[in-house]
């Protein structure tokens, strides 16, 4: 299963070009991510799309967000984006779909994600982005179990629960997906 679409290959460039701009070895960088060194070879060469489990480990490491990583690989934003042009991205492993509803821009402090998790997905990040990282998530539809720093928070639809990152796992509890949106305001 390769990688199937242009941003896919731009986006397997920009973690290779991260990690030689550190320059840091193969071996390095899954030191630091806790990540084998055949996978990341995989996905730098754009043989395997990374999970977002994965992204999430790599944009720590690298100081990003995961908006901001993606971003990096899109078109620069714009003061309009129509819903057809906002960028979606896929965890084929999860079924997790992300979209960037306002992409990151450097100027700016908060960014709009809407976020799709199936009945049943379970992620988690064993780690923040960036430390201090304010979060605000909105569930429109479904069941979710979000755990930050290790507290579980049952969030039913019109729930928003605000926090700051941390390590973070997103369970769907079904039976429909988890519908919501995150709001990120950087420190």
């Given at each position: 299963?390769g990688?199937e679409?242009?941003?896919?290959?731009?986006?397997?460039?920009?973690?290779?070009?991260l990690?030689?701009e550190?320059?840091?070895?193969?071996?390095?960088?899954?030191?630091?991510?806790?990540?084998s060194?055949?996978?990341?070879?995989?996905?730098?060469?754009?043989?395997v799309?990374?999970t977002?489990a994965?992204?999430?480990r790599?944009c720590?490491?690298?100081?990003?967000?995961?908006?901001?990583?993606?971003a990096?690989?899109?078109?620069?934003p714009?003061?309009?984006?129509?819903a057809?042009d906002?960028?979606?991205?896929?965890d084929?492993a999860?079924?997790?779909?992300?979209?960037?509803?306002?992409?990151p821009?450097?100027?700016?402090?908060?960014?709009?994600?809407?976020?799709?998790?199936?009945?049943?997905?379970?992620?988690?990040?064993?780690?923040?982005?960036?430390p201090?990282?304010?979060?605000?998530?909105?569930?429109?539809?479904?069941?979710?179990?979000?755990?930050v720093?290790?507290?579980?928070?049952?969030?039913?639809p019109?729930?928003?629960?605000?926090?700051?990152?941390?390590?973070?796992r997103?369970?769907?509890l079904?039976?429909?997906?988890?519908?919501?949106a995150?709001?990120?305001?950087?420190?």
């Amino acid at each position: 299963m390769g990688i199937e679409t242009a941003a896919d290959e731009r986006l397997a460039e920009r973690l290779a070009e991260l990690r030689l701009e550190r320059g840091w070895t193969l071996e390095e960088l899954a030191r630091r991510a806790d990540v084998s060194r055949s996978t990341l070879s995989r996905v730098e060469r754009a043989e395997v799309s990374p999970t977002a489990a994965l992204l999430g480990r790599l944009c720590a490491v690298y100081g990003r967000t995961m908006s901001r990583l993606l971003a990096e690989v899109e078109s620069g934003p714009a003061r309009l984006v129509r819903a057809g042009d906002q960028p979606v991205w896929r965890d084929e492993a999860t079924g997790f779909v992300r979209r960037s509803v306002s992409p990151p821009h450097g100027s700016l402090r908060a960014e709009i994600i809407e976020s799709r998790l199936p009945a049943g997905a379970d992620i988690a990040y064993d780690r923040a982005c960036t430390p201090g990282r304010e979060h605000h998530l909105w569930l429109f539809e479904g069941n979710l179990e979000l755990t930050v720093d290790g507290e579980v928070q049952p969030l039913g639809p019109g729930d928003c629960l605000r926090y700051v990152a941390g390590p973070s796992r997103f369970r769907s509890l079904g039976p429909g997906e988890a519908h919501y949106a995150l709001v990120v305001v950087e420190p």
